[in-house]
């Protein structure tokens, strides 16, 4: 079966009929008890983790909208509202952590939007497409548009594609910290494959072309790629070397991302490929995952 690597909003309507069950996350139960034994500079280093968050699409509230928790999935809240039609998905942190991307179908029109995180104001609109990820200083976007990859310069406006006119299906793209690099997924009748190009433009180098390969993220140093098969999650270095599965459990894993420090993935798991997703995090080297959310469909996270 080909895969499509991106779950639209038609679709995730689809998905937010059902719901999802579970337990609350431990793993930040040793965290805090470190918190409370420690002297003082050892307490701030180990209650890190409780300050970082995660922000995630769910359909728990009706329609998808975009919530946000600390990443040990305490403080749960929403942070878009809108009609009833509307559906926002796709968050992502600017790199300050002070205003979010998303996509929605906010006016009838599939499009990229900003919202900033402290709520002092409504959502923006800012352009055509979706599966919107920003720069490293964030002064640019790249994004999906009509199947083709953009990179878009937030202050002029200006837009460039980076993807070849003639490649089928690209989406999923992502900024390399370092700037330089944008890594994205495109489907061919063999099946999906990941690339990677310069942020300024040429020809795109291959690396993966097996089970499915999509939705690559770059570790926070560079040196790694979390991507998503058709049913997991596994890491590949950018030259598509050191190919490494990290969930291999049963259900379906999808759209993988990294703690700020590299060393923990979020992600979400369905029983199926139609859901219903909850939000699961995993040491980066493998291990045992646990649960972060239940009830509703919770999906596409990030975390900062």
Known sequence: MKKICSITISVLLVLSILGCTGRVAEIFKSQRAVCETKSDESKEENCKKVNERIVFSSNRSGP????????????????????????????????????ILFSSNRGGKNGIWKIPLNGASSPERICDGDQAEWSPDGTRIVFKRNEKIYIRNLA?????????????????????????????ACRWDAGNMIFTVEA?????????????????????????????????????????????????????????????????????????????????????????????????????????
């Open 64 to 99: 998808w909208r975009i919530w946000i928790m600390n990443a040990d999935g305490s403080a749960m809240r929403q942070l878009t509202k809108g009609e009833p039609d509307d559906h926002d998905v796709d968050p992502a942190f600017s790199p300050d952590g002070k205003t």
């Open 156 to 184: 002029s406006g200006k837009e460039k594609g980076i993807s070849p006119i003639d490649w089928p299906h690209c989406s999923g793209p992502a900024w390399s910290p370092d700037g330089k690099t944008i890594a994205f």
């Open 200 to 304: 300024a433009g040429g020809k795109p180098t291959k690396v993966y072309d097996k089970q499915g390969a999509c939705e690559p993220h770059w570790s926070p140093d560079g040196q790694l790629l979390a991507y998503e098969t058709e049913t997991h999650i596994c890491t590949i270095r950018p030259d598509g070397t050191k190919n490494r599965m990290i969930t291999y459990f049963g259900g379906v894993q999808h759209y993988p991302q990294w703690s700020p420090d590299g060393k923990y993935l979020v992600y979400c798991q369905g029983v199926t490929e139609r859901g219903p997703w909850e939000l699961y995090i995993i040491p980066s080297k493998s291990g045992t995952p646990v649960k972060l959310t239940e009830g509703g469909s919770d999906m596409n996270p990030d975390w900062k």
